[in-house]
């Protein structure tokens, strides 16, 4: 089986710059080797984790085997992990902009509907201020000072319609813009939350692998032998198959052939029995002409005079 090397940094570099540590790794890979023979499992882990922790020190791993590299059959499989986790996390982030989408476009008509509000309230202020003196009088309240009064009162009261209005228009818009915002928070989350699960389940299927690899290596042969057997098997059925075809059709155009022959000698025999009387007739569908059987038919004719 092919391998790989990991990160930058190698055991090469560290028995360059730490021999004795080196040493160390050797013998954590020797045992490694030893308990991976004898399929001691806890030893193989205890040997990876002894040398791991000389490599943390200078900031690599030797991978999870214990052997400072990872096989090269794994990686279709984390490549596969990794597209399915970063599909799964694209899935999340188009539903948010779908979703965003859609609150998106509710922003002109929330516009639409609180101009429609502002300016019914400024018309209701101006129907208000013009028929003021009209109430006024007939609720018989008079003077100037009653009139200004109660006129700033009306200008307060729409001041604070308007400055309603609008705080309603930013709480609408910011509520929207907070649905906006918490749908693409929300699919962050779930994006970071399914690529997590994804590759945990990686890194623990992972032993797995490597206790299968050889088992699924030994059976893929054996597919692959079976599936050769079987091809060449159907080469053999296919071959023999033609052939009893051919067989057939040489039979066919036999019996065919022998049909006509039999056929043609039975009109020549009709033939040469008319033509003891004279009768040449029975030769045309034996394909002479008219002048063969025109030339015969004279010397019949011939014959008859000299007997």
Not at 149 to 177: D, F, I, K, W
């Amino acid at each position: 089986m092919a391998y790989q090397k990991l990160g930058s940094f190698d055991d090469a570099y560290i028995k360059q710059s730490s021999p004795s540590s080196y040493q160390q790794i050797q013998a954590a890979k020797s045992a490694w080797e030893t308990a991976n023979a004898a399929g001691d499992r806890a030893g193989m882990d205890a040997a990876h984790q002894a040398a791991e922790s000389i490599r943390a020190a200078y900031g690599y791993s030797g991978g999870v085997d214990g052997s400072q590299y990872l096989p090269n059959a794994y990686a279709p499989i984390r490549s596969q992990y990794m597209d399915a986790a970063n599909a799964a996390a694209e899935a999340y982030r188009l539903a948010a902009r779908q979703g965003a989408g859609q609150l998106e476009a509710q922003r002109p008509q929330i516009q639409a509907d609180y101009d429609a509000l502002a300016k019914q309230t400024y018309i209701n202020y101006m129907k208000e201020k013009q028929s003021l003196p009209e109430t006024m009088a007939k609720l018989g309240i008079t003077g100037q000072g009653a009139a200004e009064s109660t006129a700033a009162s009306q200008s307060n009261q729409y001041q604070r319609n308007v400055l309603e209005g609008e705080l309603a228009r930013r709480e609408a818009l910011q509520g929207l813009n907070n649905r906006i915002n918490e749908l693409y928070q929300q699919s962050e989350l779930q994006a970071a939350q399914t690529q997590a699960d994804i590759l945990m389940s990686l890194a623990q299927g992972y032993p797995d692998f490597l206790e299968s690899q050889q088992e699924w290596e030994y059976k893929l042969a054996r597919q692959q032998a079976a599936q050769n057997q079987q091809a060449w098997e159907n080469s053999q059925q296919e071959w023999k198959n033609q052939q009893q075809i051919r067989k057939q059709q040489l039979a066919a155009q036999k019996e065919a052939a022998d049909q006509q022959q039999a056929a043609f000698n039975r009109q020549l025999a009709a033939a040469k029995i008319l033509a003891q009387y004279g009768d040449f007739s029975g030769y045309i569908s034996l394909g002479f002409n008219e002048d063969q059987i025109a030339q015969m038919r004279r010397a019949w004719r011939m014959q008859q005079l000299q007997k």
